[in-house]
């Protein structure tokens, strides 16, 4: 025998090959922003323009004069109205690869669903007249375990659910012989026996 008989065989390595991402995107928050901004700019003139229509501009109140005061409420108001939209694009996340859709959730603590061709039923797209005017939407996808993931504000919503369809249109299937789950994930399963 030769030296070269003994040596021991290292195992064949495959790496499943990452899938492409086809489509990524936050909830589109910018139009709800804008026109929250300029409501509160219109009342925050029209309020000042009556308070110096009337005289009560430098009215004292306890601690500062009305005016001081109108313009916390409505910096208050307006600080309260673009918090929501402005967390709901921190906190979401949309991912639509080649083998399903990623849907992330949390800032803090966070959750993934991911979505398969085959757990994929239907979806929905979902817009009101303000959210056509600015091609936004919502999109409603059902799962086959009859629970429902709402993708929330979504611009161009026509168009992502178009290629969210192909993608989950797509068969899938398996050739051969199927093997360990762990080389399904790039793994010899030699590497897990001991």
Avoid: C
């Amino acid at each position: 025998m030769s030296g070269g008989d003994f040596r021991r065989q290292q195992p064949q390595v495959r790496i499943k090959a990452v899938s492409r991402t086809l489509w990524s995107g936050r909830p589109w928050v910018l139009p709800a922003v804008l026109s929250k901004s300029i409501t509160v700019i219109a009342v925050t003139v029209l309020t000042f323009w009556l308070e110096f229509l009337f005289g009560v501009t430098y009215f004292s109140a306890p601690i500062m004069p009305i005016i001081a005061w109108t313009a916390l409420a409505l910096f208050t108001a307006w600080i309260a109205s673009t918090v929501r939209p402005l967390l709901l694009r921190a906190s979401h996340s949309y991912i639509l690869k080649e083998d399903g859709l990623e849907v992330r959730v949390g800032i803090v603590t966070s959750k993934s669903f991911v979505i398969s061709p085959a757990g994929f039923s239907d979806l929905e797209v979902v817009r009101s007249l303000s959210a056509r005017i600015v091609n936004s939407g919502d999109i409603v996808i059902h799962t086959q375990g009859d629970s429902d993931i709402r993708m929330e504000r979504v611009r161009s919503p026509l168009k992502v659910a178009a290629q969210i369809r192909e993608v989950m249109a797509r068969p899938f299937a398996r050739t051969g012989k199927s093997e360990p789950v762990s080389e399904q994930v790039g793994y010899p399963a030699e590497a897990f026996r001991k």
